[in-house]
């Protein structure tokens, strides 16, 4: 699931018995090892991205394994299958 509040995406991926998860996507050329997500109680992993104005493809490796986020803001197709989307919209800042 993902979620969006000004230009900040919040990410909660549900894998209690993951020992390592990490987001990847098209804002960081879908490498791994950079975003680790972190672990709470309750068995979801958690991990906020600030990023510009624009539509992202993202996906989650957990375990060595890939995870689609089918609760985000939609699906598109990459080369792999599936890929999550996110969307960050543009700021509306008013100039008084």
Request: proline residues 6%; hydrophobic residues 35%.
């Amino acid at each position: 699931m993902v979620t969006v509040k000004g230009n900040t995406a919040y990410f909660r991926f549900f894998r209690p018995d993951a020992r390592s998860v990490e987001l990847t996507g098209d804002f960081n050329e879908w490498r791994t090892g950079e975003v680790r997500m972190k672990s709470d109680p309750d068995g979801y992993w958690k991990a906020s991205l600030r990023l510009p104005e624009g539509s992202y493809r993202f996906r989650y490796f957990a375990d060595g394994r890939w995870y689609v986020d089918y609760a985000a803001f939609g699906l598109a197709c990459g080369p792999f299958g599936p890929d999550g989307v996110v969307r960050i919209p543009a700021s509306h800042v008013s100039h008084s």
